[in-house]
Each structure stands twice: as structure tokens, then as C-alpha cells.
Nanobody, 118 residues
Framework: QLVESGGGSVEVGGSLRLSCVAS????????MGWFRQVPGKERERVATYGGYERISYAGSAEGRFTITRDKDNLYLQMDSLRPSDTAMYYC?????????????????WGQGTQVTVS
């Protein structure tokens, strides 16, 4: 089970820190990631954190967002937020080897937390 928190409304240029608390994950050092989705558009990767500290960011997040991890809990520090960052943000886990970037490669998802930047 994955539970996200930390979303909210913030002004342009502001910051938010998202948290994802995981429970019941039996796969050792799984790949975890943050994804986001805007209504009417496909879900897209924001950042992923592999089991051996392999980190990858989408271009839109590079230099502004920081993904961190504590065991199976995942965090996303978001700075210099833009209106284009407005979306529902989801935490996901992949219960298999590798750390890909496609949402379809992740099997476990949280319910999401809304981020609104205006």
C-alpha cells in the first residue's frame, strides 16, 4: 500500500514536499517513482529512484525537483514551482527488476495528492 501526502496549493515559485509512505512491500530494494497526471493527458514520469540509488528525472523536473528515499518511503522536494506543474501526483512501485520510466512498468500505485500552482 502506498499513501501520498504533502500536496496543496502554492504560488508560482513556491515549494512543496511530497511524501509517500509504503507498507507491505515484499520486493527487496524496489524501484520507486513519482508520476503526475493532468485530466485528459497521459500519466508522465517525474522522477524515479532505483533500489541501488539510481536516480532519474524527467527534463521538466531536472534542477527543480529532488527525489529522496528512506527505505521504502519516498519523497519529492519541489522548488521553483510553475503553473505547468499543476497535476495529481502519484507514488508508484515496481515489483520487478530494473527501474524503467514508463508508468505501465509500475504495478503498485497510491491514490495521489493534488498539487496546484497559481
Amino acid at each position: 500500500q502506498l499513501v501520498e501526502s504533502g500536496g496543496g496549493s502554492v504560488e508560482v515559485g513556491g515549494s512543496l514536499r511530497l511524501s509517500c509512505v509504503a507498507s507491505g512491500i515484499t520486493y527487496d530494494k524496489p524501484c520507486m517513482g513519482w508520476f503526475r497526471q493532468v485530466p485528459g493527458k497521459e500519466r508522465e514520469r517525474v522522477a524515479t529512484y532505483g533500489g541501488y540509488e539510481r536516480i532519474s528525472y524527467a527534463g521538466s523536473a531536472e534542477g527543480r525537483f529532488t527525489i529522496t528515499r528512506d527505505k521504502d518511503n519516498l519523497y519529492l522536494q519541489m522548488d521553483s514551482l510553475r503553473p505547468s506543474d499543476t497535476a495529481m501526483y502519484y507514488c508508484a512501485v515496481r515489483l520487478n527488476s530494473g527501474c524503467p520510466i514508463r508508468p505501465s512498468d509500475f504495478s503498485e500505485w497510491g491514490q495521489g495528492t493534488q498539487v496546484t500552482v497559481s
